[in-house]
Nanobody, 121 residues
Framework: QVQLRESGGGLVQPGGSLRLSCAAS????????MGWYRQAPGKERELVAI???????NYADSVKGRFTISRDNAKKMVYLQMSSLKPEDTAVYYC???????????????WGQGTQVTVSS
């Protein structure tokens, strides 16, 4: 059983910073790409940032220059450092990862439960 668990969400003032963490656990053989999506009320889920197993990153235009995604392969974790936060960044943030479980040869896409980020004064 593979699980992803996010942490680090909360309430922050505009212009502030927040760091999200996501830990993968369970019977894992390998992890490919990891990323963060977000979903604001009444909107569709959208990609925020993604990082490959070799460290190549890609960001949504709306967060470029403000957010940084990173990962620790040994710890099976992915992070999202968010700076210069704006009210429009308010959303539930979801962690996702392509994981090959033990005894499997293919990878499967897993999602965390999400963590709320609220940017408000």
């Amino acid at each position: 059983q593979v699980q992803l668990r996010e942490s680090g969400g909360g309430l922050v003032q505009p212009g502030g910073s927040l760091r999200l963490s996501c830990a993968a656990s369970g019977s894992i053989l390998s992890i490919g790409a990891m990323g963060w999506y977000r979903q604001a009320p009444g909107k569709e889920r959208e990609l925020v940032a993604i990082i490959t197993s070799s460290g190549t990153t890609n960001y949504a235009d709306s967060v470029k220059g403000r957010f940084t995604i990173s990962r620790d392969n040994a710890k099976k974790m992915v992070y999202l450092q968010m700076s210069s936060l704006k009210p429009e960044d308010t959303a539930v943030y979801y962690c996702t990862a392509d994981v090959t479980p033990l005894s499997f040869s293919n990878y499967y896409n897993y999602w965390g439960q999400g963590t709320q980020v609220t940017v408000s004064s």
